[in-house]
């Protein structure tokens, strides 16, 4: 069972910017492919952005393109989401999440492991 930890979640006002992590201590990580979702209150879950195991290929949700850049590291176990930019709707739960698959897209069915969230607030 794959255990991943977010962190780096917090408050923060408009324009400025958070990183997210994403940790591990499964090895096995390094082969899969990972994915940041978010859920506002109120709302559904919601694809952010994704890469593949080796973080040479990356996909993004229009909402977040030019602002937001995924990253891994994979002898450290870890993902990352820069957020720059932040706007108040950006406002929710973040939840990394990893696939039993080297490359996976955008649905959260394609993906079999998670965190538990990390809170992140936009103020106006």
């Known amino acids: 069972q794959v255990q991943l930890v977010e962190s780096g979640g917090g408050l923060v006002q408009a324009g400025g910017s958070l990183r997210l992590s994403c940790a591990t201590s499964e090895r096995t990580f390094s082969s899969y492919a990972m994915a940041w979702f978010r859920q506002a209150p109120g709302k559904e879950r919601e694809f952010v952005a994704s890469?593949?195991?080796?973080?040479?290929?990356?996909d993004y949700a229009d909402s977040v393109k030019g602002r937001f850049t995924i990253s891994r590291d994979n002898a450290k176990n870890t993902g990352y989401l820069q957020m720059n930019s932040l706007k108040p709707e950006d406002t929710a739960v973040y939840y990394c999440a990893a696939a039993r698959n080297r490359y996976a897209g955008s649905k959260s069915y394609e993906y079999t492991y998670w965190g538990q969230g990390t809170q992140v607030t936009v103020s106006s």
């Open positions: 890469i593949n195991w080796s973080g040479t290929s990356t």
